[in-house]
């Protein structure tokens, strides 16, 4: 997505050799109407899917997520973080690794809003090693309903975790890829 | 709203006196196209109010806070919760403490998001005890930005926390505000 691209370049900030901040647009700072955009794309990469559900998982996926579910006219489901005290039982829960933080953490969804009659759009912001992905799709194959793929905005794709994933099958659209970065130049796919 | 009222009689449950779960629409997973019409409805309460940013906290307050500031056609900050690695120092903060998930946490924002130029709409899912309210306030407050008030989507007056803040001269339009509510009846103004 070529208007994408060019906020990257004009907007993002590379740190070291692997963090792009994109936080005027994407992941702070949301720009509404981009983001419309943004998801208008995604949804019209999976059209004729039979899409019943977008799937994402707490914070930043949200944005892009819901302007998803609009275009393509379903409900979006975000997986939480943590288990909150009003969450009841009847949950599917999977560990994830977050690199920006550091640390493991579980995410959750309620078994009432994803199951065997659900086609599941993955939508997240990001595509790096994986980790919140994996954790989407086990969320996925543990409800017992089908994979339709996973819409990205930006893919690290030197990062290794699209590769992995396409490997086993899964259908991944990033409307932007990012072969290699720095904080001189960053080049796309 | 009464479309909200409805929705929150027909799919919401409340667990014990204080606890509403709106989980199919609001804060687990989301319905795009109300979010969209509810978001129209906080715009137009506050049109020509002559704001310039939306601000609401991670994670549920985004949806509506997003589809406001499509309504308005101004961007939407939200501010994090903890500090992530990738973050600088050029911030503003305020502690708040969560009944749901008995913890102090704190929230922040940056500060090339929110400044002195701003007049702020501050929009958010909830206000209860008006912790959240309370936080984003102290960040308009902070940045030196001019507040022009805040959209909540359910108010749960009987927690008291949206009389305070009224008493300090801050305008709040709630899409519904519940009166009481119990597991039998939810009542509202």
Tied chains: 1, 2.
Aim: hydrophobic share 45%.
């Amino acid at each position: 997505m070529q208007k994408l691209k060019q906020k990257i370049l004009s907007e993002g900030r590379v740190i070291g050799n692997s963090v792009l901040k994109v936080d005027s647009f994407l992941n702070h700072q949301i720009d509404p109407k981009f983001m419309l955009e943004m998801g208008n794309e995604l949804a019209a990469r999976f059209a004729g899917e039979g899409i019943t559900r977008i799937l994402t998982v707490e914070a930043s996926g949200i944005a892009v997520a819901l302007t998803t579910g609009l275009s393509l006219g379903v409900p979006v489901v975000f997986a939480k973080k943590g288990r909150a005290s009003t969450q009841n039982n009847n949950i599917y829960s999977a560990r994830i690794y977050s690199f920006t933080r550091q640390e493991a953490v579980d995410i959750f969804v309620s078994d009432k809003f994803l199951g065997p009659r659900d086609t599941v759009l993955i939508v997240d912001d990001f595509l790096a090693h994986g980790e919140a992905l994996r954790g989407l799709l086990e969320l996925v194959d543990r409800a017992g309903a089908r994979l339709a793929g996973a819409g990205i905005v930006i893919e690290k794709v030197f990062q290794g975790g699209g590769a992995a994933l396409r490997e086993r099958g899964v259908r991944i659209e990033s409307l932007a890829a990012i072969k290699s970065m720095s904080e001189e130049c960053v080049e796309f796919i």
